[in-house]
């Protein structure tokens, strides 16, 4: 049986073939009741509006969706985009940019209404894991999945990811072996959607507790609220311990930044009172001098748009799943233990 036709759509659904074209594209003049009934009925017969009427030649929407799990403003997410829109925008292609995708209400209505719609050629995905259900649902579009930073691979055509993990095992070993013994690593509470971003958590336990055999460590994870005043938070966490850290690793520069500037206010200045290594080399990393692992967002959007532009076109990739490691970049903000005595 072949794929319905508007025509089938607006007789099983009892309105004019206008409205069901008006339901999926320009849905601000239909009532939620009839677009719904709509969407649904369309769903059932598996029709796509945009690949039977207005892209019939190409079967293409000429249009991409980004899924993030934060604001676009985000430094990663701003470069991220700003590398797949370098690739895609002069490929012909749109980008429908989906935020907040960390809340229960927003990633229901992606995942469902998205696959009815049907009006993408390509979904990217950042920053985070997107559990079995979902992913049938995607795969409902027959069109395909990338990850970007993706903590699973499961479920994607081809995924673009940095080694989190490692990175901040890295990170965190540098100041054992600059001879700290109390580290503090102050993040934000573990996302509910599985975040790369707590991977690295897990880098520095990991640095931590093989270390520990060698050396008699003190060191301890300070979760703190996410939010916007995480950095905040974790400022005040750091004052209220009874004994201040010889070095801090932070989970990523806009908590390491907000906090050697401010430490300083209370008399703790770095690197002569704590090392501090950050994570990305974001902005302004380098404005105060800050020891930080490197990552290139802007490059990895890139990497991602090609791979989706050769699935797009069906063509194989040879490697569908890449995984590139975060560099060490030593500045100012750390120095071996006891070196400013």
């Known amino acids: 049986m072949g794929k319905a036709d508007i025509y089938e759509v607006a007789r099983a659904a009892g309105v004019s073939i206008s409205t069901v074209s008006r339901a999926f594209t320009r849905p601000e003049l239909v009532s939620a009741k009839t677009r719904r009934k709509v969407l649904d009925i369309a769903d059932k017969l598996?029709?796509?509006?945009?690949?039977?009427?207005?892209?019939?030649?190409?079967?293409?929407?000429?249009?991409?969706?980004?899924?993030?799990?934060?604001?676009?403003?985000?430094?990663?997410?701003?470069?991220?985009?700003a590398g797949i829109e370098s690739v895609m925008h002069p490929a012909g292609y749109d980008i429908s940019l989906f935020q907040h995708i960390d809340t229960e209400r927003n990633?229901?209505?992606?995942?469902?209404?998205?696959?009815?719609?049907?009006?993408?050629?390509?979904?990217?995905?950042?920053?985070f894991a997107i559990d079995p259900h979902e992913v049938e649902q995607l795969r409902r579009i027959h069109v395909p999945i990338?990850?970007?930073?993706?903590?699973s691979v499961d479920g994607f055509d081809a995924s673009?990811?940095?080694?989190?993990?490692?990175?901040?095992?890295?990170?965190?070993?540098?100041?054992?072996?600059?001879?700290?013994?109390?580290?503090?690593?102050?993040?934000?509470?573990?996302?509910?959607?599985?975040?790369?971003?707590?991977?690295?958590?897990?880098?520095?336990?990991?640095?931590?507790e093989?270390?520990?055999?060698?050396?008699?460590?003190?060191?301890?994870v300070l979760s703190v609220p996410r939010g916007p005043a995480f950095a905040d938070s974790a400022l005040s966490a750091l004052l209220a311990l009874d004994e201040f850290p010889d070095s801090i690793c932070c989970q990523m520069d806009m908590m390491a930044i907000p906090l050697v500037i401010k430490l300083g206010r209370?008399?703790?200045?770095?690197?002569?009172?704590?090392?501090?290594?950050?994570?990305?080399?974001?902005?302004?990393?380098?404005?105060?001098?800050l020891t930080t692992m490197r990552q290139d967002p802007?490059?990895?959007?890139?990497?991602?748009?090609?791979?989706?532009?050769?699935?797009?076109?069906?063509?194989?990739?040879?490697?569908?799943?890449?995984?590139?490691?975060?560099?060490?970049?030593?500045?100012?903000?750390?120095?071996?233990?006891?070196g400013a005595q």
């Open 146 to 151: 990338i990850g970007i930073n993706t903590p």
């Open 160 to 208: 673009i990811s940095i080694d989190d993990e490692k990175g901040m095992y890295t990170a965190t070993q540098h100041l054992i072996n600059l001879g700290h013994r109390h580290i503090v690593y102050p993040c934000s509470e573990a996302s509910l959607l599985n975040s790369s971003i707590d991977a690295r958590t897990r880098g520095f336990i990991r640095a931590c």
């Open 266 to 289: 209370y008399g703790h200045l770095t690197p002569r009172d704590y090392s501090i290594v950050g994570f990305d080399d974001s902005p302004n990393a380098d404005t105060i001098n």
């Open 107 to 127: 990633r229901d209505e992606f995942f469902t209404d998205l696959p009815i719609q049907r009006n993408v050629d390509a979904v990217f995905v950042a920053s």
């Open 210 to 220: 093989d270390a520990q055999g060698k050396h008699d460590l003190n060191w301890q």
């Open 46 to 81: 598996d029709f796509n509006i945009s690949r039977s009427a207005t892209t019939l030649k190409s079967g293409r929407t000429n249009r991409v969706a980004m899924l993030m799990n934060e604001e676009i403003t985000s430094w990663f997410n701003t470069q991220t985009f």
């Open 298 to 338: 802007y490059a990895m959007g890139r990497t991602a748009a090609t791979k989706a532009l050769k699935l797009i076109e069906g063509e194989p990739l040879t490697n569908a799943h890449e995984v590139v490691e975060a560099q060490f970049v030593p500045r100012g903000t750390d120095m071996p233990f006891g």
